[in-house]
């Protein structure tokens, strides 16, 4: 999934963090919630400006993210 067309970051909402294009929910928020065992029909019902696409898209852009991050050896 290209996340790029669903996701934005500015400087200007959220200090910049990564957020749903056109909300201020930002993708650390929704990847709490799923975190935390809420389904994504939930979260979809809980915010309706939203889309299970921008769901998905959070979680490729974790993916990603995480992708690109070593750790080190202790």
């Known amino acids: 999934m290209d996340y790029k067309a669903r996701l934005t ?16 929910i930002a993708v650390d928020f929704i990847l709490e919630r799923l975190g935390e ?19 998905l898209a ?7 993210v995480i992708s690109r991050e070593s750790l080190l050896a202790s």
């Open 9 to 24: 970051s500015s400087p200007e909402v959220l200090l910049g963090k990564p957020v749903i294009k056109n909300t201020r």
């Open 37 to 55: 065992g809420m389904s994504i029909e939930h979260i979809l019902e809980a915010y309706p400006s939203i889309e299970k696409e921008d769901i």
């Open 58 to 64: 959070c979680i490729s852009y974790s993916s990603d």
